[in-house]
Nanobody, 123 residues
Framework: QVQLVESGGGLVQAGASLRLSCAASGGTFGSYAMGWFRQAPGKERDLVAAMNWSGGSPYYAGSVKGRFTISRDNAKNTLYLQLNSLEPEDTAVYYC????????????????WGQGTQVTVSS
């Protein structure tokens, strides 16, 4: 059983930066594809960024490409999401999620989820 714990969210002004972290325990972190999803009130949970177990080219949603960067440190069992040039539209609860080997854009295909961390961007 894998446990995921996100941290690093907060209230910031537009244009600011945040770094989210997702600490994993209870599994073989290096064998999992990891994703960052976000969900705003009244909206579906969407994939923001993801990367496969082996690294390689990550996936980014079009709305965050060039502003957000996903990375992982397998030695520390930690996933990161660097959020730059934040916009009010980025306001959401951000979740990290894990599935075996290859990432998917579908939330239903991820087996493990964190509890989420709130990111609020004021204009």
């Amino acid at each position: 059983q894998v446990q995921l714990v996100e941290s690093g969210g907060g209230l910031v002004q537009a244009g600011a930066s945040l770094r989210l972290s997702c600490a994993a325990s209870g599994g073989t972190f290096g064998s999992y594809a990891m994703g960052w999803f976000r969900q705003a009130p009244g909206k579906e949970r969407d994939l923001v960024a993801a990367m496969n177990w082996s690294g390689g080219s990550p996936y980014y949603a079009g709305s965050v490409k060039g502003r957000f960067t996903i990375s992982r440190d397998n030695a520390k069992n930690t996933l990161y999401l660097q959020l730059n040039s934040l916009e009010p539209e980025d306001t959401a609860v951000y979740y990290c999620a894990a599935r075996n080997f290859l990432y998917s854009t579908r939330p239903s295909e991820y087996r493990y989820w964190g509890q989420g961390t709130q990111v609020t961007v004021s204009s």
